[in-house]
């Protein structure tokens, strides 16, 4: 596959399209590779640095392989993906299954990272992740924290919904489109 570079703007526009419906965020850690839906994210600049900011809540797989492997890449659609896609990688733990293979969903080496891209979800960053930061809860209104985090003041409850997000950031090392070489499918 032949990679055609993305700016950061080309980046920014396709995310803005894209989250409402959702994206991929695929991880890898120790032989361990996974990807999850996320809705929420940002592409700007920090520290003077193109970054892509993910939301991801403390509960999940991904959030424990970040934590190994400081590095993820984002994987954007070029049309509709398959709805069992957003089924699995939407609500599935990676932790029980082996998403990808469930999916059909082809790794790419990565660039930059030793994440790879998605060959059906074209449209990737790899990121390289700087800095993390999990919210404060008691910092959020008090009409976001209950809709969001209904759960997040009973210490006994099991709901992942009581969870904060740990937001990671990550430097975008590189952004494009994978496309297929002459004579490739
Ligand atoms: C449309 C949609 C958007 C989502 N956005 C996020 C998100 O931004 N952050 C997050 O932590 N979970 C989000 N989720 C939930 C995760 O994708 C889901 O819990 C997933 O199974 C986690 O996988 P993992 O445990 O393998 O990491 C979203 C799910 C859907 C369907």
């Known amino acids: ?24 965020l695929t991880s890898a850690a120790e032989q ?31 959030r424990e392989l970040l934590d190994k492997n400081p590095a993820f890449t ?10 069992n896609t957003w089924a699995v990688c939407g609500s599935k733990s990676g932790r029980d299954m082996d998403k990808l293979a469930v999916c059909g ?23 390289k992740i700087i800095y993390r930061q999990q919210e404060d809860l008691s910092l959020l209104p008090e009409e976001l924290r209950s809709r969001f985090y209904p759960h997040s003041r009973d210490s006994e409850s099991s709901d992942n919904s009581k969870d904060p997000h740990v937001t990671y950031y990550g430097q975008i090392l590189s952004a494009y489109v994978l496309e297929p070489e002459e004579g490739e499918e």
């Open 105 to 127: 969903l082809h790794p790419v080496p990565g660039e930059q990272v030793s994440v790879p891209a998605l060959r059906e979800f074209p449209i990737t960053a790899e990121c």
């Open 74 to 83: 984002v994987n954007i659609p070029l049309g509709k993906p398959e709805p």
């Open 32 to 62: 361990k590779l996974n990807s999850m839906v996320i809705g929420w994210g940002a592409v700007g600049i920090n520290w003077n640095l193109p970054v892509f900011a993910a939301y991801v809540r403390v509960s999940r797989y991904t």
């Open 1 to 24: 596959m032949k990679r055609r570079k993305l700016s950061l703007s080309e980046l920014a526009a396709y995310t803005a399209d894209a989250l409402p419906k959702g994206i991929l």
